[in-house]
């Protein structure tokens, strides 16, 4: 019997995350769910709880430390930990809430690959798989959600330059753009969300298990395939001709 795969996902206790981690444990993978709400967290089925919050330093080093002594391995961090930050015009942004997305989203992306690389590198076999969650906003943004959108694009650069390190180290990075999926921020579209034009329209979601699916999908590559970047949306939302 093989030895199962070590998968860590933030944001694991709810919506996306909380589906990635079943979808990951039904794959056979040993997951580490991290987040901040035990009780969310212990409530995923089949997997390793840890109360960490991406932007404390000092959480992520002892989250990193309990896969490191628990398991002695890292194959796969799924980096889902993110907030969509308040709604508005951005001049009407406060710097707390703009520096609160930027702490979560960005920072608190790269402290966990950080920490992931430096795992990585040093195991044996070396190597491993990270997943960044983007999102369609990595392209395109929605109205008066500019912390969100300017945080999502400086993940696809994060996931660029760490792609391109991480080939010295056999180290995978990757990112899944997500649009519409079903799920709690998502839940109020069916009634009319804010378009470009400064109309209001409903938005058709997909079902949230096809994001697991897709994580499982990229997950079982060999280290030598890479999916780079893959956008998964409901087929007829308004993002290829958002505008």
Not at 61 to 81: E, S, T
């Amino acid at each position: 019997m093989s030895t199962p795969k070590i998968a860590l996902v933030t944001g694991g206790g709810s919506g996306l995350g909380r589906v990635i981690a079943t979808a990951l444990t039904g794959a056979g993978y040993r997951v580490v769910v991290a987040g901040r709400t035990r009780a969310s967290l212990e409530s995923v089925s089949g997997a390793d709880p840890v109360v960490a919050d991406v932007t404390d330093p000092d959480a992520v080093r002892a989250l990193f430390d309990h896969v490191a002594d628990r398991y002695g391995r890292l194959d796969l961090l799924v980096n889902n930990a993110g907030v969509s930050g308040p709604v508005g015009p951005a001049d009407e942004l406060s710097e707390a809430d703009w520096q609160a997305v930027v702490d979560t989203n960005l920072t608190g992306s790269f402290r966990c690959a950080q920490a992931a690389f430096r795992l990585m590198k040093a195991q044996d076999p070396r190597g491993g798989r990270i997943i960044n969650n983007g999102s369609v906003s990595a392209h395109v943004p929605r109205p008066n959600a500019v912390a969100y959108t300017a945080t999502k694009h400086a993940i696809a650069g994060l996931t660029k330059a760490l792609s391109l390190e991480g080939r010295a180290h056999d180290i995978a990075v990757s990112q899944l753009d997500i649009g519409n999926a079903a799920s709690d921020m998502t839940a109020g579209f069916g009634s009319g969300t804010l378009q470009a034009d400064g109309s209001r329209r409903p938005e058709p979601t997909m079902d949230a298990t096809h994001v697991g699916d897709m994580v499982v999908h990229m997950a079982g590559l060999p280290l030598s395939a890479n999916v780079a970047f893959v956008t998964l949306m409901a087929t007829t939302m308004p993002f290829i001709g958002r505008g």
